[in-house]
């Protein structure tokens, strides 16, 4: 099934401004706009962020989201060597009926 | 606190089912959308269903990809959601996890479990 698109990888340096991107299409992101999952090596993922840069408890400020048209964005601000992991999209698909995913965006903080 | 712990993984035989159990504790499983995922070794993520919650007749959806060999259901009086599988190729293996949806979103998914794996092997 069509996923949503990921860079496959973004290289940052410590304390800088990172941004990571998923694009999709009209019966998913721009409609629907996306979530944000985090994901550490061998652990399950984290819910960043969801609906319009709604962040679940406990997650930091320094992770916001946004959308424009087809492409949605996780910035995340003053970057931490905590924050190197695989991040992902995620978002309901009207034309498909199905949730999908992208297929992740490996972030390496030098 | 939130706990989702699933269960059944193992080795299985190619061309074999499994039966994965998912138990839920720390919220009113009622009333939330339930999802599985899985992730091949070294892959992303994959959502292969939902069954929707007691509002929404605990009507179930599945991705393109498992259709016809997969079967998801829930039982509200135990807070455990189960994920049948049958027919099982190589490339079924991977981690399974099971996922809450949020209220606000059902497409963002705030509580997983550690997962279970599952080995497909010929």
């Known amino acids: 099934q069509a996923g949503l698109t990921q860079p496959p990888s973004v290289s940052k340096d410590l304390r800088q401004t990172a941004t990571l991107t998923c694009t999709g299409n009209?019966?998913?992101?721009?409609?629907?706009?996306a979530a944000w999952l985090q994901q550490h090596q061998g652990h399950p993922p984290k819910l960043l962020s969801y609906?319009?840069?709604t962040r679940p408890s406990g997650i930091s400020e320094r992770f916001s989201a946004s959308r424009s048209g087809n492409t949605a964005s996780l910035t995340i601000t003053g970057l931490q060597p905590e924050d190197e992991a695989d991040y992902y999209c995620?978002?309901?698909?009207?034309?498909?009926?199905?949730?999908?995913f992208g297929g992740g965006t490996k972030l390496t903080v030098l | 606190e939130v706990q989702l712990v699933e269960s059944g993984g193992g080795l299985v035989q190619l061309g074999g089912s499994l039966r994965l159990s998912c138990t839920a504790s720390?919220?009113?499983?009622?009333?939330?959308?339930m999802e599985w995922v899985r992730q091949a070794p070294g892959k992303g993520l994959e959502w292969l269903g939902r069954s929707r919650n007691k509002a929404n007749s605990y009507s179930i959806e599945y991705a393109a990809s498992v259709k016809g060999r997969c079967t998801i259901s829930r039982d509200d009086s135990k807070n455990s959601l189960y994920l049948n599988l049958n027919s099982l190729k190589i490339e079924d293996t991977a981690v399974y996890y099971c996922?809450?949806?949020?209220?606000?979103?059902?497409?963002?998914?705030?509580?997983w479990g550690l997962g279970t794996m599952v080995t497909v092997s010929s």
């Open positions: 996922a809450s949806a949020t209220v606000g979103d059902r497409s963002a998914f705030d509580f």
């Open positions: 609906r319009n840069n």
């Open positions: 995620s978002t309901w698909d009207s034309s498909l009926s199905a949730v999908v």
């Open positions: 009209s019966d998913n992101v721009g409609s629907k706009g």
């Open positions: 720390g919220f009113t499983f009622s009333d939330h959308y």
